[in-house]
């Protein structure tokens, strides 16, 4: 099930209105938003995959970052998390599950939030995430789909991460290109976070799995704006372009191109292999942050400070149709 389908199946589903509900379903938001009192509201947000690392203990922290990140991109400030897990337990030593449960404690820890419970299942496959639960007060909540002409965007990751993880699977992953990876993906988007609380942040998104593309299209859709991205200034992990160039390319890239094809332009102007890292299924990537131009700079700068990951401006948000303008060299 391709992204576009998901929106499909969403849309026939029924959707009452609350009063308290300030963010759900109704536009992919990433996560849910339930008002509590005129100055608290909860965030909540679920995510669980399988492992996309050999390592367990890499595996449970990267699972838990992802899950950690839908609450930071709301602007929002995570307060506790649940375990999800399924796991082959007749046929597999306890000792994995315990490492993956490690990593997720560790990431939690980084986070500086307790878990307070969970739920495991009996599997064939191993899968594991978390539900989070945050706190925001109401007037503060950052949407995805606010942008306004003039912002410019920050990516606060490089992107290529399921290139690379295909190429691991393939054992054609250099060994320091799988640590770049893993080093990413394990990274919390709590900084950045932190950070977008000292500014005037219009919009906010973390990338995913629907690729860079169809987050951005997200951002697009409702917003009464155009995105214009710099292909040249995406910020990629280390051996992403030659893999993507090898072929090794998950099959979600092709169904997020799909879902992102009729609110494009230009993508014929760059090379495919980077076409194709534009579609590329992302775990645990970073945050996409619209905000004024004249701070995104500043903004840059004070992240850089106190996060080693390659971050950038990527594009700007202009007037015009919703549509997502690709410029290439």
Same mark, same amino acid.
Request: aromatic share 4%.
């Given at each position: 099930m391709g992204p576009g389908d998901l929106q499909a199946l969403l849309s026939r589903l029924p959707q009452a209105e609350h009063p308290k509900v300030l963010a759900g379903f109704g536009h992919a938001e990433d996560a849910g938003v339930y008002q509590i009192s005129e100055d608290l509201a909860l965030i909540q947000?679920?995510?669980?995959?399988?492992?996309? %690392?050999?390592?367990?203990?890499?595996?449970? /922290? !990267?699972?838990?970052? &992802?899950s950690l990140s839908d609450v930071y991109a709301m602007g929002g400030t995570p307060i506790s998390a649940l375990n999800i897990v399924a796991f082959p337990i007749r046929c597999m030593e306890i000792e994995v599950l315990e490492q993956i449960l490690r990593g997720g404690m560790a990431a939690l820890a980084e986070a500086g939030i307790p878990l307070i419970g969970g739920h495991s299942i009996d599997d064939?496959?191993?899968?594991?995430?978390?539900? %989070?639960?945050?706190?925001?007060?109401?007037q /503060? !909540?950052?949407?995805? &789909?606010?942008?306004?002409?003039?912002?410019?965007?920050?990516l606060t990751k490089p992107i290529g991460t399921g290139v690379v993880a295909t190429a691991l699977k393939a054992d054609m992953a250099e060994p320091e290109h799988v640590r770049a990876m893993i080093r990413s993906m394990c990274s919390l988007n709590k900084i950045p976070g932190r950070i977008m609380s000292d500014y005037e942040v219009h919009a906010c998104t973390d990338i995913t799995g629907f690729g860079l593309l169809g987050h951005i299209r997200e951002m697009v859709d409702?917003?009464?704006?155009?995105?214009?991205?710099?292909?040249?200034?995406?910020?990629?992990?280390?051996?992403?372009?030659?893999?993507?160039?090898?072929?090794?390319?998950?099959?979600?890239?092709?169904?997020?191109?799909?879902?992102?094809?009729?609110?494009l332009a230009g993508l014929e102007s760059i090379a495919q292999e980077l076409q194709d890292l534009l579609v590329d299924p992302q775990t645990s990537g970073g945050l996409l942050i619209c905000l004024?131009?004249?701070?995104?700079?500043?903004?840059?700068?004070?992240?850089?400070?106190?996060?080693?990951?390659p971050a950038a401006i990527i594009g700007e948000v202009i007037a015009g149709p919703e549509q997502i303008q690709i410029i290439g060299p």
């Amino acid at each position: 099930m391709g992204p576009g389908d998901l929106q499909a199946l969403l849309s026939r589903l029924p959707q009452a209105e609350h009063p308290k509900v300030l963010a759900g379903f109704g536009h992919a938001e990433d996560a849910g938003v339930y008002q509590i009192s005129e100055d608290l509201a909860l965030i909540q947000t679920v995510d669980f995959f399988t492992p996309i %690392v050999d390592d367990p203990f890499d595996f449970g /922290k !990267i699972a838990a970052a &992802n899950s950690l990140s839908d609450v930071y991109a709301m602007g929002g400030t995570p307060i506790s998390a649940l375990n999800i897990v399924a796991f082959p337990i007749r046929c597999m030593e306890i000792e994995v599950l315990e490492q993956i449960l490690r990593g997720g404690m560790a990431a939690l820890a980084e986070a500086g939030i307790p878990l307070i419970g969970g739920h495991s299942i009996d599997d064939e496959e191993i899968k594991y995430g978390m539900s %989070v639960a945050g706190l925001i007060h109401p007037q /503060k !909540i950052i949407r995805n &789909n606010t942008p306004r002409p003039g912002d410019r965007l920050v990516l606060t990751k490089p992107i290529g991460t399921g290139v690379v993880a295909t190429a691991l699977k393939a054992d054609m992953a250099e060994p320091e290109h799988v640590r770049a990876m893993i080093r990413s993906m394990c990274s919390l988007n709590k900084i950045p976070g932190r950070i977008m609380s000292d500014y005037e942040v219009h919009a906010c998104t973390d990338i995913t799995g629907f690729g860079l593309l169809g987050h951005i299209r997200e951002m697009v859709d409702g917003s009464g704006c155009a995105i214009r991205i710099y292909s040249q200034s995406i910020p990629l992990l280390e051996g992403a372009l030659d893999y993507a160039r090898l072929g090794l390319v998950p099959a979600g890239a092709y169904r997020n191109r799909e879902f992102i094809q009729s609110s494009l332009a230009g993508l014929e102007s760059i090379a495919q292999e980077l076409q194709d890292l534009l579609v590329d299924p992302q775990t645990s990537g970073g945050l996409l942050i619209c905000l004024p131009a004249d701070s995104a700079s500043q903004f840059l700068e004070t992240l850089s400070k106190s996060q080693s990951l390659p971050a950038a401006i990527i594009g700007e948000v202009i007037a015009g149709p919703e549509q997502i303008q690709i410029i290439g060299p």
